[in-house]
Each structure stands twice: as structure tokens, then as C-alpha cells.
T-cell receptor, first 112, second 110 residues
Framework: NAGVTQTPKFQVLKTGQSMTLQCAQD?????MYWYRQDPGMGLRLIYY???????DKGEVPNGYNVSRLNKREFSLRLESAAPSQTSVYFC???????????FGQGTRLTVV | GEDVEQSLFLSVREGDSSVINCTYT??????LYWYKQEPGAGLQLLTY?????DMKQDQRLTVLLNKKDKHLSLRIADTQTGDSAIYFC??????????FGAGTTVTVRA
């Protein structure tokens, strides 16, 4: 089982460039999430999608957009990257409710 | 996040018990979780406890919940080098959002 797959694993962007982080899950989960992880701050929720066709803002949505393309895929877009968006980004999925969340391996993004 | 707090570092000798502590602020939390993150990897669920329980044991892991004080702890018995990782406390009070602590880096020394 692949579980949750994120691409790319590493990315370096220049300030102002745009990019899309891809995430796909093969567990038929309803809910998907994007988090960023920064030292000393744990994981902070950027956006989530409770079910196909819906998306909602999390704790730190500014500078990001998301698309729930279908039940499997949930992408995160940075329209104009800033150095403050240098972070490790994790996608996760769950069946919904309070069930276990499964995480991808992360994307390490550096904005210079 | 601000709603969940945990100490940042813990050093423990191999074979000893590790205790990682966490406090949370949301009294309506329904589930509380412990996740483990190994270097370069995503998070994996270790264990969880429902808010109406005060203890849960799973092999070397013991979770204690003091709901009155909003305090959660994870005890790892007979700590091994493979237990070196970052441990995250998390809580949810609704269906979709997990709030994470900053993570406790556990270092196991020989």
C-alpha cells in the first residue's frame, strides 16, 4: 500500500515563484489535510478538505490555495512564494471524524 | 500550536522509562493522540485515548489522562535506541481538525 504520497520531496524556489505540491491517497479516505512543520512550532493546519468537493481554511491559510481534485488528490498551491513559507509540508488523510490520520513523507521547501 | 503545549527535549538512558508530558486547553477535546516522527519521515500514530478514559496501556506504552488538569502523558517502558524520535501530542474536539503540540525530541543515550 502506498498510503499517502507527496511530490516533490524537495524543492527550492525563488521569491515570487509559484508551485503546486501534490498529494494523493489510495485509502479511499474522505478527509485530507495540509500541514506545515516549523521548528519549535509543531504542525500547523493550512487547509483541510472534510470531503470531496469541500475545502476549509485552517490555522495558517494566508499565501496558499488548495484544490480537492477528486477523492484521491488534494493539492496545495503557493502563488507567489515568500521566504516565510520555507518549511516542511505534510499532507495527511483520514476516514473522517476522529479516526487516525495518515501522513505523507513530507516536502521540504526552501524559498530564497 | 498554542492550544497544546509540551516540553521540547528529553534525554533518557537506554533501558530506563521515558515520560513525555503534554497540557492542552480545550476542555471539549474528545480524543487525544500521541504521534511519533522519525528523522526525515512523516508522523505515525502511536496511540490515542478517548477523553472519558484515564489510562490506556499498549505493550511498552502507557497513556495517562488527567482531564481535570488537562494533562496527558506518555510513558515508554524500557526505552530503546529505536525510540529516539520526536513525539507529538495532539487533540481534536471536532471532526476534522487536529491541534498539535510543538513536539518533544527524545534522545536515548547508551
Amino acid at each position: 500500500n502506498a498510503g499517502v504520497t507527496q511530490t516533490p520531496k524537495f524543492q527550492v524556489l525563488k521569491t515570487g515563484q509559484s508551485m503546486t505540491l501534490q498529494c494523493a491517497q489510495d485509502m479511499n479516505h474522505n478527509s485530507m489535510y495540509w500541514y506545515r512543520q516549523d521548528p519549535g512550532m509543531g504542525l500547523r493546519l493550512i487547509y483541510y478538505s472534510a470531503s470531496e468537493g469541500t475545502t476549509d481554511k485552517g490555522e495558517v491559510p494566508n499565501g496558499y490555495n488548495v484544490s480537492r481534485l477528486n477523492k484521491r488528490e488534494f493539492s496545495l498551491r503557493l502563488e507567489s512564494a515568500a521566504p516565510s513559507q520555507t518549511s516542511v509540508y505534510f499532507c495527511a488523510s483520514s476516514a473522517g471524524g476522529t479516526t487516525e490520520a495518515f501522513f505523507g513523507q513530507g516536502t521540504r521547501l526552501t524559498v530564497v | 500550536g498554542e492550544d497544546v503545549e509540551q516540553s521540547l527535549f528529553l534525554s533518557v538512558r537506554e533501558g530506563d522509562s521515558s515520560v513525555i508530558n503534554c497540557t492542552y486547553t480545550d476542555s471539549s477535546s474528545t480524543y487525544l493522540y500521541w504521534y511519533k516522527q522519525e528523522p526525515g519521515a512523516g508522523l505515525q500514530l502511536l496511540t490515542y485515548i478517548f477523553s472519558n478514559m484515564d489510562m490506556k496501556q499498549d505493550q511498552r506504552l502507557t497513556v495517562l489522562l488527567n482531564k481535570k488538569d488537562k494533562h496527558l502523558s506518555l510513558r515508554i517502558a524500557d526505552t530503546q535506541t529505536g525510540d529516539s524520535a520526536i513525539y507529538f501530542c495532539a487533540e481534536t474536539s471536532n471532526d476534522y481538525k487536529l491541534s498539535f503540540g510543538a513536539g518533544t525530541t527524545v534522545t536515548v543515550r547508551a
